[in-house]
């Protein structure tokens, strides 16, 4: 279960409290090392069998999809070449 974590063991900041209104406060240790200030866009996410909820900062998914996205379209643009260029050198393989 640890390599999950990358070999650590996930740290515990404590427990909140759901507001009447669905709130919760992040906690201050939480904050400074996530960097998390006022105005910090997060996304919520549910973890496996609707056991845990996840927050992800929203910059890192759009960065993270960028950067895939440039990925695809270098893959794309290899493939575009690679088929023709693999014909021509099968057909040579059967003369």
Known sequence: MLGRFGGKPPKFYGAVTVGERGQVVIPAEARRDFE??????????????KKALMFVEAGSITEFISSAMARLSHFEEMLK???KETLEGNQGANI
Request: charge should be positive.
């Open 81 to 83: 070449t690679s088929p």
């Open 36 to 49: 998390i200030t006022p105005n910090t866009k997060l996304l919520v996410f549910s973890g496996p069998g």
